[in-house]
């Protein structure tokens, strides 16, 4: 072998060498990067998961992102509360806003708002046992009467309880207002529109729809709620459910629950009251 | 983008952001009624509905509080860790904007302009805050004469990343 040859070999294996170190370095630098990145991605997608976990946890905690609607009828919700309104209200005489025999010795006057939810509290707690216990037997006689609190909008407060002293134009007002606080919605979140009025409508049984959209237009009716709060004003009411109750054509008195709105006891201690003077 | 130009564009987004929580703020405790182009003003129904407040803190409040926290984590002379804390800041802002839009459009059926512009501005500086980090890159001042120029190409590695193993 020559010693160009040498020379030239040495120079090429140098070379192969310099070229392997510098490939080796160019692996090692481009392994840290991907190995950053690798960790950063890791680092967000920790985050990610902590965030998701979050707004699920606020979402369950604000209402577990149900939005209230009233129950498609037909459906098994909607078939829900038809058959619970209907086995509370079933053959009992209704005239009006009135649940009861007209001959009941006793009348309570229940003033309340639809989207109030201590009146929802009262109705699907207290009511029932008092309906079983005092209407069914013909003991008392119950008015449903207006008073606007937890509506935020007067007109959506006409709305709803004009819709309400519309079927009771039909005797069926009391069907109307189970209904409604059956299906009662989250306070303040406007979800009290026409088609939630129209699916309130459509459950109560036996309601003809034409007559009781025609009636929704008497003058009555919206005169009827400006009595129901000068009624309230002059007892005193700011805040649903409040109550009078007395002898049915005598002084009525007002009825303050002791227990929470959901004990029926402050009802029947004072029907008992009345039916033994 | 220059890391730079990023970040300046963050901090004008946080300080956009940080007006509009401020007035949402103001709104709510002045119990006034919001500003709004659309008819029926659903912005008031949006500020005065049960979702205006999150355990009794006002929901504008917390956003306040949230950009305010970004925009610190952005004037803070920069680094590695801080560019994390950015994107992590983001990323939680934009849960909550999502949130409060899903009960916008799915519980309360309003549209508040002044959630949505916040919402779209969250969602730009979670984007950036991300590809900010991801991309890694020399840290960049904002003044002119600033210490460490900006301007590192996309895909430049730093060489200690956060909680790094390598």
Redesign the interface.
């Known amino acids: 072998m020559s010693p160009v040859g040498s020379d030239e070999e040495d120079l090429t294996r140098k070379q192969r060498r310099e070229q392997a170190r510098a490939d080796r370095k160019a692996m090692e630098e481009a392994a840290?990067?991907g190995?950053?990145?690798r960790?950063?991605?890791t680092?967000?997608g920790l985050?990610?998961a902590v965030?998701?976990v979050?707004?699920v946890v606020?979402?369950i905690a604000?209402?577990g992102?149900k939005?209230k609607t009233p129950p498609v009828v037909g459906s098994s919700g909607a078939t829900s509360t038809q058959k619970k309104v209907a086995a509370l209200l079933g053959g009992i005489p209704q005239s009006g806003n009135t649940l009861g025999s007209p001959t009941a010795p006793v009348t309570l006057q229940y003033f309340g708002d639809l989207e109030c939810p201590i009146c929802q509290k009262f109705t699907l707690g207290a009511l029932p046992t008092v309906i079983q216990k005092w209407v069914r037997t013909g003991k008392l006689r119950i008015e449903y009467r207006s008073l606007e609190t937890a509506t935020?909008e007067p007109e959506t407060f006409k709305l709803q309880q004009v819709a309400a002293y519309a079927a009771g134009k039909q005797n069926k007002a009391w069907y109307f207002i189970e209904t409604f606080y059956h299906e009662q919605g989250?306070?303040?979140?406007?979800y009290v529109t026409e088609k939630y009025i129209q699916g309130i409508a459509s459950q109560v049984p036996g309601l003809d729809l034409a007559t009781w959209s025609a009636d929704r237009g008497d003058a009555q009716l919206a005169n009827q709620i400006v009595t129901d709060a000068q009624a309230a004003n002059n007892n005193g009411f700011t805040g649903t459910p409040s109550f009078l109750i007395g002898r049915s054509g005598g002084a009525m008195s007002k009825l303050e629950y002791t227990n929470g709105p959901e004990d029926p006891t402050f009802v029947n201690e004072a029907v008992e009251k009345l039916l033994k003077a | 983008m220059s890391a730079r130009t990023l970040r300046i564009t963050l901090i004008v987004l946080a300080v956009i952001g940080t007006g509009l929580a401020s007035y949402l703020t103001y709104i709510h405790y002045a119990g006034i009624e919001p500003l709004c182009s659309i008819k029926g003003n659903p912005c008031s129904?949006v500020q005065?509905?049960?979702?205006s407040e999150?355990a009794g803190v006002p929901v504008a409040l917390i956003g306040l509080i949230g950009y305010v926290v970004i925009l610190g984590s952005l004037l803070t002379p920069e680094e590695e860790r801080l560019r994390?804390v950015t994107?992590?800041l983001t990323?939680?802002g934009?849960?909550?904007s999502?949130?409060l839009t899903?009960?916008e459009l799915?519980?309360?059926?309003?549209i508040c302009e002044w959630c949505v512009s916040s919402a779209v501005i969250m969602t730009i500086m979670m984007c950036l805050s991300?590809w900010r980090?991801?991309r890694?890159g020399a840290p960049s001042a904002l003044g002119a004469g600033g210490a460490v120029a900006g301007g590192q190409s996309a895909g430049a590695?730093?060489?200690a990343?956060?909680?790094?193993?390598?």
Not at chain 1, 186 to 190: F, I, K, M, R, V
Not at chain 2, 106 to 110: A, V
Not at chain 2, 161 to 166: D, H, M, Y
């Open positions: 840290a990067a190995a950053a990145r960790t950063r991605l680092q967000l985050v990610v965030v998701v979050a707004v606020i979402l604000t209402g992102g939005s935020r989250e306070e303040d979140t406007g | 129904q005065k509905s049960v979702y999150l994390f994107a992590a990323l939680g934009f849960g909550f999502a949130y899903y009960r799915f519980t309360l059926h309003k991300i980090y991801l890694g590695e730093s060489p990343p956060l909680g790094s193993a390598s």
